[in-house]
């Protein structure tokens, strides 16, 4: 919000200034009304106009730009991570990403199933991290899954499966 204002008041202030460059009479009517003070007065105007200028020229873009960093690795298709998320897709990255396909992760692996499509909820996620697949599993063990192939369980524990399971349900699909 405050990186706005301060734009806005930039534009405002360089608007100002024409405007008063205008009703002088261009900019030698300016010039010859500036003379007329005293030179400690344009030694003044002149460092105001040094401050200004770093201030908005300097300070500004770096604030957008450092700004815009710290979006960058919290966002994802405009979807805000939680630090905890945020840990999530790294631990994704790290023992996920070979097997699944998870565009908010970078991730393209071709083993187990594209999770943007299957968009499994966050127990799902879990409950699958901790029990792992196999392939064919009575229906109702605790690690039968799609059917399509195995996957071992405990790659992440405790904090961190939860990380990559709020992780993986919030961002899957949204790419
Ligand atoms: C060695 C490859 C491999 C790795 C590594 C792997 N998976 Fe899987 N995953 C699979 C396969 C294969 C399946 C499909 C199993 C099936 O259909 O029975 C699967 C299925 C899933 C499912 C769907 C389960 C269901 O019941 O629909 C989810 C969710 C999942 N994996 C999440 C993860 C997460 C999160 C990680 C990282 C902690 C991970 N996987 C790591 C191979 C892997």
Not at 20 to 26: D, E, L, T, V
Request: hydrophobic share 45%.
């Amino acid at each position: 919000m405050l990186p706005v204002v301060a734009f806005v008041a930039f534009w405002v202030l360089l608007g100002l200034g024409l405007f008063f460059i205008a009703i002088r009479g261009g900019i030698g009517g300016a010039r010859a009304t500036l003379q007329t003070q005293s030179r400690r007065g344009r030694k003044a105007a002149g460092t105001i106009f040094a401050i200004v200028y770093a201030g908005f020229g300097v300070a500004l873009p770096i604030v957008f730009l450092v700004g815009n960093h710290a979006n960058a690795s919290s966002q994802y298709a405009g979807v805000k991570l939680t630090a905890g998320e945020k840990q999530g897709r790294e631990l994704f990255g790290e023992h996920c990403a070979v097997c699944h396909t998870l565009g908010a992760a970078n991730a393209n692996g071709k083993v187990g199933p594209n999770l943007d499509m299957l968009r499994p909820p966050e127990s799902l996620v879990l409950h699958t991290i901790e029990n792992g697949c196999l392939q064919n599993p009575p229906s109702d063990a605790p690690d039968a899954c799609l059917g399509q192939g195995t996957m071992p369980p405990g790659l992440v524990q405790g904090r961190d499966a939860q990380n990559v399971a709020a992780f993986v349900a919030k961002v899957a699909g949204q790419a």
